[in-house]
């Protein structure tokens, strides 16, 4: 069975410091799909990236990145220079390819202080 | 596109009354799902459907659960009677593919006294 694991809780950091979210992931499947969400303080969920089991490049959008590992089963989350607006619960999730079914993880509360 | 449209945004309602929440998926999505977060199990997937079919209930809590999906552009989630551990945030979501990611509409917080 499909599972997620977020083993921390919550971090807390001060602005402009770096902040790496790990998640670790259980499937039996080869075809599989990984995705992070964020939820902000006012509740909804953000999608942020999506990934497949095929393409283990690492990913960079402007201040977020994102390192694929299928060795070790592992999608961490790295946030460069965080600020105060990057404080959310950040989800990880996986949805295996024979099922619409997305699992998520549950969740790292990041709190960026200034 | 207005993106997945939930209603109400809060519901506070007595223990024993029936619930209704509302969601509108985003139109050309084939896929709609029902979420429940709580604190203590995190985000739960109830059920989803594709093209207005119920494809797995399995995660609906009990008989008192129950979703519809009468056309493309909306879906109930219905509890009947509700019961204080029902309160929670419950998050509708639709995509037009398979693992594609899903787009979340901004949830409806219940609270049963």
């Known amino acids: 069975a499909q599972k997620v694991t977020q083993a921390q809780t919550e971090i807390s950091v001060v602005e402009k410091e770096d902040v790496t979210l790990d998640c670790v992931y259980e499937t039996r499947d080869t075809t599989y799909y990984l995705f992070w969400y964020k939820q902000p303080p006012s509740g909804e969920l953000v999608f942020l990236i999506r990934?497949?089991?095929?393409?283990?490049q690492n990913e960079i959008s402007g201040r977020y990145s994102w390192n694929f590992q299928k060795s070790t089963s592992s999608f961490n989350f790295t946030i460069t220079a965080s600020q105060v607006v990057d404080s959310a619960v950040y989800f990880c999730?996986?949805?295996?390819?024979?099922?619409?079914?997305?699992?998520f993880g549950k969740g790292t509360k990041l709190t960026v202080n200034p | 596109d207005a993106g997945v449209i939930q209603s109400p945004r809060h519901e506070v309602t007595e223990m024993g009354q029936e619930v209704t929440l509302r969601c509108k998926p985003i139109s050309g999505h084939d896929y709609l799902f029902w979420y429940r977060q709580t604190m203590m199990r995190g985000l739960e997937l109830l059920i989803y459907?594709?093209?207005?079919?119920?494809?797995?209930d399995s995660g609906m809590p009990e008989d008192r659960f129950s979703a519809k999906m009468p056309n493309a552009s909306f879906s109930t989630l219905k509890i009947q009677p509700s019961e204080p551990r029902d309160s929670a945030v419950y998050f509708c979501?639709?995509?037009?593919?398979?693992?594609?990611?899903?787009?979340f509409g901004s949830g409806t917080r219940l609270t049963v006294v």
């Open positions: 990934r497949n089991s095929f393409d283990e």
């Open positions: 459907f594709n093209n207005n079919v119920p494809i797995d």
């Open positions: 999730a996986l949805s295996e390819g024979g099922s619409e079914k997305l699992v």
């Open positions: 979501a639709s995509s037009f593919w398979r693992n594609y990611g899903y787009t």
